[in-house]
């Protein structure tokens, strides 16, 4: 079983539904993030918590908005997104840094 | 300069063969550097770290030039469980910069 899960795995919605991904970590981990990839691209960091605290905002529209209840979980909740926002979003987490990371499967979003 | 770059690939190699990947990096300051690989339609895991001294771990060597700025992957005796993409990271600004990642085909 994977230290970090993702659901849900896949995800097609239209440009004005409201859908949430989900993302808990079983490793005892301090940071989490979440990461886009787009075809032919890099991963983008998108956000990085540490303890519950966002500590970066890496210049994300706000039709997405993230969520950190506690240390384990973290949310990426989505509204009103545009075709060009399917991607294959990642979650990790991290202890004391980005050293290594462990990623989810993902959750792969198409957007119509 | 781009932050970092890789050749996308693919490179097909035969098993048994050996391989190297290159990457380049534009920021000095980093300190970190890592190689993880990626199978299709999987999520990235770390591979290995690179020190600075180079370092192996079996078939993988991986080595760091500070002065070129690049970070090398050297793959012995190619399986066919290698064919995956390889992803340079290294720290910046306090975060990990991904490559876009080199395709690597092991065929029969």
């Known amino acids: 079983e994977t230290g970090v899960t993702q659901t849900p795995r896949h995800l097609v919605m239209g440009m004005t539904n409201k859908k949430s991904l989900k993302c808990e970590q079983h490793?005892?981990?301090?940071?989490m993030y979440w990461y886009k990839q787009s075809a032919k691209k890099p991963l983008e960091l998108m956000f990085v918590?540490?303890?519950?605290?966002?500590?970066e905002n890496n210049s994300v529209p706000s039709r997405f908005s993230p969520e950190c209840p506690n240390s384990s979980h973290l949310f990426l909740h989505l509204h009103t997104l545009q075709p060009e926002d399917s991607a294959l979003y990642l979650c990790?987490?991290?202890?004391?840094?980005?050293?290594?990371?462990?990623f989810g499967e993902g959750s792969r979003l198409t957007v119509l | 300069r781009k932050e970092v770059e890789q050749d996308p690939g693919p490179f097909n190699v035969p098993e048994g063969a050996t391989v190297a990947f290159n990457c380049t990096y534009s920021?000095?300051?980093?300190?970190?550097f890592f190689w993880y690989r990626q199978d299709c339609r999987k999520e990235p895991k770390l591979l290995m770290s690179?020190?600075?001294s180079g370092n192996e771990d079996g078939r993988f060597t991986a080595q760091l030039n500070r002065a070129s700025q690049y970070i090398s992957l050297l793959i012995r005796d190619s399986k066919l469980s290698d064919s995956a993409t390889y992803l340079c990271?290294?720290?910046?600004?306090?975060?990990?910069?991904f490559g876009t990642g080199t395709r690597l085909l092991v065929s029969p």
């Open positions: 690179v020190y600075s």
């Open positions: 990271v290294f720290t910046g600004f306090q975060k990990l910069v």
């Open positions: 920021n000095s300051a980093s300190q970190s």
């Open positions: 490793l005892g981990h301090n940071a």
């Open positions: 990790a987490s991290s202890q004391d840094g980005p050293g290594e990371l462990f």
């Open positions: 918590y540490n303890f519950k605290e966002q500590t």
